[in-house]
Every structure is written in C-alpha cells, then in structure tokens.
C-alpha cells in the first residue's frame, strides 16, 4: 500500500525545490499557481521541468497548474506530462465538464509523446461552493482521478466565512468532499494546508479532527509541519498492538467457524476486524 500522509507544496521558481525533494514529505507539488506572479508563471514552468527532469528523488512529484480560465493550464499541463510528473493538481475545480477537458488533454499529449499514462493522476482541488456542491461529479468525471483535494482557505473565502481554531465552519465541507470520495471509489481525500507555521498546536489539533472526518492525508507549506502531520496521521504503536492483536484473534476465531467474538469488552465483528487491518496498512504493517 502506497501510503500518502503529506503533500507539500513549494514553489515552481523556487530555489528551495531541491529541499523540498529531500524532505520527509510523501509528495511534493511544484506550484504553478497561487505561489507565482503573473509575470513569473513561464519561467516557473521551465523551472519545474528542469528540477523534474535532473531530480534523483524517488517521492511522487506533481505540479499545481493554473486554472482553466486562464490561457495558462494547456502549457502547464504538457510540462507535468513531458517532465514525467507523478500527475497534476487542479485549481479551482468546480465541474465534471471541465475535469473531462483536462484529463482529456493530458491523455491526447501523452499519445503525441508516445508515452503511456497509465499512472498519471489528475487531483481535483476542491476550494469553492461549487467545487462542494459537485464533488462527487467531479471525482467520476474521469478514470485518471485518483483523489480529492480540499482548498480552505479560498473555500472560506468563497462562500464567506470566518475561519476558527475549533474549525465548525468547514465541518460540512471536509464531511462531503469525504462522503463523495468514498462514493466515487477514489482513494481518500487530502485535507487543506494549515496557514500558522507557529502554531503547532493548532496543525495538530486540526490534522487530528479531519483525521477523525476521513482524510488520511494533508497539504502542507512548509517541511517543518511535517512532523506534526505525519504523528498523528501515522498509527501509534499502541493502536497498531490493538489492530494485530484482533486480526489474529478474530483470524483465528473465523477457522474455527466464528464471525463475532469478545475481546475485552469489545465485540469484533467483520467490520471491527476490516478496520483493524486498515490501521496495519497505514501503519505499513
């Protein structure tokens, strides 16, 4: 199980790329987008390819492109298939309609590169009302989308809400962009970045509430939010006791022809059991 707790996000003209690739994050995003100026956007994309090209780096890198809006995103998009990119993130995605053009158009350049596309992935950032409202359409548009994205700040911005410590406001949000991910059959979705880089505590205590909601993965700005974000989104070594002690348990119940025992107090059926082996594989057990 190819397990993606971070994705961390630098910018394409930046000349901390190279950091950034020998970081402990899962993933790394070369932003084409909000992280560069107008002026700066072709330089940025030449860049990302250079450092994609000459990277020794074995994480799986993706570049954000810019919007489709813009006249930007074709060019973008051909850079992150010509540099060998893991995929692509998508801002601002709010349609099945405009999801299809764009996967469309990278499986087109893969055929006039001859290259094959079988692993490339299209992620979805979801960051508007309507990005919400049409989650689950988006995430079926197209076979190339792997995942879910949520934005929240430009989502707070959108539909005008003041962002908390305790997070009520994006309840909603977080809860349907995960209910339409598990609906769609896409892997399970990654939570928004957290903007306080001193404020570790707040990082936690939101990594852990969207941990709770679904998300097994988060966006991250900087390496030093790593840590806290792969603690708790990484099974702790009491929780990984519990999960093989009813595996095997309940494993050994089931031969002898038991679908449901007692551990403790705890009664364990098939889907306490389903669940148990879930924290072994994110504990890359």
Sequence with gaps: ?????????????????????????DCVILDLEDAVAINEKKTAREMAVVALQNSRSQKDVYIRINEITTPLWRE????????????????KAESAGNMKIICNAALE???????????????????????????????????????LVFGSLDYSLDIDCQLTD???????????????????????????????LGND????????????????????????QLEPIHHVLTPSQKEVEEAMYIVNAFELAEQKGSA????????????????????????SL
Excluded: C, W
């Design 1 to 25: 199980m190819n397990i993606k707790r971070s994705y961390l996000f630098v910018p394409a003209n930046s000349r901390m790329i190279e950091k950034a690739l020998s970081s402990e994050a």
């Design 76 to 91: 973008d998009l051909e850079a992150a298939v010509d540099a060998g990119s893991k995929g692509i993130i998508v801002p």
């Design 109 to 147: 350049h893969f055929d006039k590169k001859n290259k094959k596309s079988k692993h490339f992935e299209v992620l979805p950032l979801i960051e508007t009302a309507r990005g919400v409202q049409f989650a689950y359409n988006i995430a079926t548009s197209h076979y190339l989308i792997s995942r």
């Design 166 to 196: 305790h997070g009520d406001e994006l309840l909603y949000a977080r809860s349907q962009i995960v209910n339409a991910s598990k609906a769609a059959g896409v892997g399970s979705p990654v939570d928004s970045a957290y903007p306080d």
């Design 201 to 224: 505590q707040g990082l936690n205590s939101e990594t852990l509430r969207s941990r709770k909601l679904g998300f097994r993965s988060k966006l991250a700005i900087h390496p030093k």
């Design 260 to 283: 449901s025992i007692s551990i403790g107090t705890k009664f364990v059926d098939y889907p306490v059991y389903k669940k148990a082996k879930t924290i072994l594989q994110y504990a």
